[in-house]
Every structure is written in C-alpha cells, then in structure tokens.
C-alpha cells in the first residue's frame, strides 16, 4: 500500500443497501437463488462497477447504517473478515458467505484522527466479527469481485437517534477525520454511503411467493417519491449546500435513511463539493427510494 502521504478521495458514492439486489443478482456467495427483479438500479451498479475498475482505487470505504454501534465509531480493523452474513428482517432473500480483505492501516489512521477530533472511536479487532449486511450489499454491488481492500465504519446512532442536527454535526467531524487519514496514509480512496433515501416501507412482502415480482413493486407515496425527487436534484444540480440544508425536513418527512449520517460522513471527507453529481439510476424496494449517485472527484483536479 502506498504511505507517501500524498492521498486523496477520488470518488463517492450513494450506494443503497437493499438485500433484495444481490438476491436479484444471483450471485454463488448468496444461498437464495432469484428470477431477477429490481433491474434499474442493478443495472445502475454495472455504472459504479465499470468506474471502479477504470479508477483503480487502493481502498473503498463504507459507512453502514446496519452496523450501529451505541459507543463511539467503529472501524474494521483485522486484515481478513469472512463469514454467513444473514439478512434478520429477509433471511429468506439473504444468507451470504462473505470474505473481504480489510485496509487496517487506514482503519487505525481514522481511528486515531477520530479520536484527535475529541470523537469516541473504536477499532473492530474480533477475527469472527459477522459483517452486517448493509456493508456487504453497498460492497458487492459496487464491486462483486471482492478484489480491493475495504474498510467499514459503524453508524453511531446514539448522537442522531433523537436530534437529526447534532448527529449531523458529528458525522461532519467523523467525515473530516476519515479525509485526514487517507491523505496521511497515501490511498486513493473511493467511498460508499450505504444509505436508502426515503424509508417508508411495505409492512409485508406484496407476493411472499415471488418477492421479485415486479408488478407488485412500486413507491410507498407520492409524497415520499417527490422528497426523493427534490434530494436527487439538489444532487444533480452541485447544490450541496441546499442539500444539506433541507437534510433534517428530508429525514423527519421522508423517515430518510440518511439520519444514520453516512451520507453526511461521505460529502463532509469530499469537502461538501459543489459539483453536479451523476444519477445512474433510482428505483424502489418494497415502497423505498433508492438512487445510485457519483461524485467523480477525479476528472475535477
């Protein structure tokens, strides 16, 4: 790995989590064997996938709201998790042998920029640690060959559970810290917000016989669909700070998956950019929004 100190963030990523993606993709890592389903924002991960190969990144980084951790941020730091990942909400659509190598060197360099920045921070170093699923999804849609080292950060949800601004505030500093590492330890790093916009969602699978039946998916409202509309624009037009304004209505009025703060992490280490973000593709599974979105930091220098 380079050490020259000489790091930067090429790129992010809005990378949704949804198990029902890799179930519709049929990989051999998955038990559960699908029809298909959910194609336009599969389809929208062969985008990310096609850019990750051209970029060649040294490390991808994930924040997960699925690894929610009471005390502090936790970072994955043992060179080699594997494991059965189990989906505990779609078991049946989710039982996944995961194996990923893990960037410790970066994870312990966040841990302690974390920690400088007044954040309580820890490092994961059980061997037998279960990757939660959303880590697992957000990574194998974005890159299936599990050839690049990884490391994964928890969603600490006791600052934002009940106060959407100081959590914010927080994953800010989380986000500046995690750029300091990667500058120091000389990565080129893409990073993965593992995050559903709007979360309103069926409370039962449509067809439990066939849950990638198609016909039976659609958006939990109107009202929700047009919140995620209004983010994806903002987006699209570079306006990150309209963005960031309207993120607690977003999240109170949408019930946004964003609360959890990886997006937040992930625009605050890329410096808040005010450039048009590329849409590759939005969808809905079971009634929530979900969008794959980039921010090519690359082309920009």
């Known amino acids: 790995m380079p050490t020259s100190g000489q790091g930067r963030i090429i790129g992010g990523w809005l990378a949704p989590h949804p198990p029902h993606l890799v179930y519709g993709e049929n990989p051999p890592q998955n038990e559960p064997k699908s029809r298909g389903g959910w194609e336009s924002l599969r389809w929208a991960y062969e985008n990310c996938r096609k850019r990750i190969k051209e970029q060649k990144p040294d490390v991808i980084l994930v924040h997960s709201p699925h690894w929610q951790t009471v005390v502090g941020h936790h970072v994955t730091a043992v060179p080699k998790l594997e494991g059965l990942s189990v989906d505990p909400i779609f078991p049946h659509l989710f039982r996944y042998k995961f194996a990923m190598d893990v960037d410790v060197e970066l994870a312990e360099a966040i841990h302690d920029e974390a920690r400088s920045d007044g954040l309580i921070a820890r490092k994961m170093t059980n061997p037998k640690f279960r990757v939660d699923y959303g880590t697992i999804v957000s990574l194998h849609m974005m890159n299936p060959d599990w050839d690049i080292p990884v490391v994964g950060i928890s969603a600490n949800n006791s600052p934002?559970?009940?106060?959407?601004?100081?959590?914010?505030?927080?994953?800010?500093?989380?986000?500046?810290?995690?750029?300091?590492?990667?500058?120091?330890?000389?990565?080129?790093?893409?990073?993965?917000?593992?995050n559903t916009l709007s979360h309103f969602h069926f409370n039962r699978e449509p067809n439990p016989e066939l849950p990638e039946d198609m016909s039976k998916e659609h958006v939990f409202s109107q009202s929700q669909y047009e919140w995620d509309v209004r983010v994806i624009d903002l987006m699209r037009a570079g306006k990150t700070k309209e963005l960031m304004a309207i993120l607690p209505q977003f999240m109170r009025e949408a019930f946004a998956e964003v609360k959890a703060g990886s997006l937040t992490w992930m625009l605050s280490a890329m410096g808040f950019p005010e450039i048009p973000a590329t849409m590759h593709g939005y969808g809905t599974v079971i009634g929530t929004g979900n969008a794959v979105v980039e921010w090519d930091l690359e082309s920009r220098r």
């Not at 601004?165 to 000389?186: D, H, P, S, V």
């Open 160 to 194: 934002y559970f009940y106060d959407d601004n100081i959590g914010q505030e927080e994953m800010t500093k989380l986000g500046e810290a995690t750029k300091r590492a990667i500058e120091k330890t000389g990565r080129r790093a893409v990073l993965a917000a593992s």
